[in-house]
């Protein structure tokens, strides 16, 4: 039987991957002459800083990645690739942010940065995902006890602070659910856009 946190884990990646595929759809819209949905885009960037920079990328670093650290060193090199790959995200989501709006000023050298650097973003994120679905989760499988695997299934479970009344999940629903409600089929829930 699988431990929930992988399950809770695979869930939060499925998540982050539905909204990479969302910008990742829009960029090749764009590129093929579709109108830019910048409110859709904006959420989508909201999102990808909201949740899994700020929430579930700490979660696995101090979680996940130090409790396989104390059984083995047989992930030594694969943690800090993924460690350095969640640090590399959040300057990456910024300088999306900064190209999305002087694309939405007009200007043209932006749009193509913009597209090209959320090609990037997409591409290492999807990259970074299969890392550890793929070969990271295996090896935590194989040396984390039942008990760790609840400790790391309590840790994702609770993202919400109660002393600031922070709610990252609440508020991570909200921004999925405003990207469907903007997306087009078949991402999303909104109209399609004529081109």
Do not use: C
């Amino acid at each position: 039987m699988k431990p929930e946190a992988v399950q809770i884990i695979r869930d939060e990646h499925l998540a982050i991957s539905a909204v990479l595929y969302s910008l990742r759809y829009l960029v090749k819209e764009m590129r093929k002459g579709v109108a830019p949905n910048f409110a859709l885009l904006r959420a989508i960037l909201d999102y990808i800083v909201s949740y899994p920079d700020r929430w579930h990328h700490p979660k696995e670093d101090k979680y996940l990645f130090a409790a396989v650290r104390r059984h083995t060193r047989e992930a030594d090199n694969l943690i800090a690739r993924l460690e350095r790959e969640h640090q590399l995200g959040y300057p990456m989501v910024e300088d999306l942010k900064k190209h999305l709006v002087a694309f939405q000023a007009g200007d043209e050298a932006a749009r193509e940065a913009f597209f090209a650097a959320a090609d990037r973003y997409a591409e290492l994120e999807w990259e970074h995902l299969r890392a550890e679905e793929e070969v990271f989760i295996p090896i935590a499988e194989r040396v984390l006890s039942r008990e760790e695997w609840a400790e790391i299934a309590v840790a994702f479970r609770e993202n919400d602070n109660p002393l600031f009344g922070i709610k990252p999940k609440d508020e991570a629903e909200v921004l999925y659910q405003r990207i469907l409600s903007l997306a087009p089929s078949p991402m999303g829930f909104g109209a399609r856009e004529m081109p």
